[in-house]
């Protein structure tokens, strides 16, 4: 079956840590995504990929990096600049034709030790 | 810049009624689509219902319905024969070219 997977569904990190979280969709969209949730804050977009080798920041970029080496994956990096890194993080992808839904992966809870 | 605002934070029906969310957007664009996207307490993000700006014909998918009125800005949804599973955090989205920005949701709680 076709979706998005996201690893780990659970992760640590250690103050002055640098962590990667996968993202891996096999749909063949085009445009992928990466989201930070947190309560009572919705959705906030970080960093959106239209192409292979191009992602463009989102509205919270600031401590995160990611790259788009190829179609299928988008890794996000959550450095250590990043102050309060402790939220739920969804990966979505969609098609850039028309005006396509996203969709999304099972998300991953980051947590500082 | 768009706006998407659920003034709405968190609701409570009984099992079997009927329940509105309500939605408001702000955007000078003409071509748009909107969504709304149901969260489970299992935190997955599930498509609920999507309406097409230039449509009039409000969309509707089973027991879910929305009430597009495009001049007022307005998009809510309708849940009919509300069931317990329909407990969940929903989401209203816009959709330009490029983007999608979400409202910051509202937690629906089906009581039995």
């Known amino acids: 079956d076709g979706g998005i997977t996201q690893s780990p569904k659970y992760l640590f990190r250690k103050e002055g840590q640098n962590v990667t979280l996968s993202c891996e969709q096999n749909?063949?969209?085009?445009?992928m995504y990466w989201y930070r949730q947190d309560p009572g804050q919705g959705l906030r977009l970080i960093y959106y990929?239209?192409?292979?080798?191009?992602?463009q920041k989102g509205d919270i970029a600031e401590g995160y990096s990611v790259s788009r080496e190829k179609k299928e994956s988008f890794p996000l990096t959550v450095t250590s600049a990043q102050k309060n890194p402790t939220a739920f993080y969804l990966c979505?992808?969609?098609?850039?034709?028309?005006?396509?839904?996203?969709?999304f992966g099972d998300g991953t809870r980051l947590s500082i030790l | 810049a768009q706006t998407v605002t659920q003034s709405q934070p968190e609701m409570s029906v009984q099992e079997a009624e009927t329940v509105t969310l309500s939605c408001t957007y702000d955007t000078s664009e003409s071509n748009y689509y909107l969504f709304w996207y149901k969260q489970p307490p299992s935190r997955q993000m599930i498509l609920v219902i999507r309406?097409?700006?230039?449509?009039?014909q409000n969309a509707t998918e089973n027991r879910f319905s929305v009430n597009f009125q495009k001049a007022a800005k307005s998009f809510s949804l309708k849940i009919s024969d509300s069931q317990l599973g329909d407990t969940a955090m929903y989401f209203c989205?816009?959709?330009?070219?490029?983007?999608?920005?979400f409202g910051k949701g509202t937690r629906l709680h089906i009581l039995p």
């Open positions: 749909l063949n969209h085009d445009a």
């Open positions: 990929s239209q192409i292979v080798n191009d992602f």
């Open positions: 309406q097409e700006a230039y449509k009039q």
């Open positions: 979505a992808s969609r098609y850039n034709r028309g005006h396509q839904p996203q969709h």
């Open positions: 989205a816009f959709m330009n070219a490029d983007k999608i920005i």
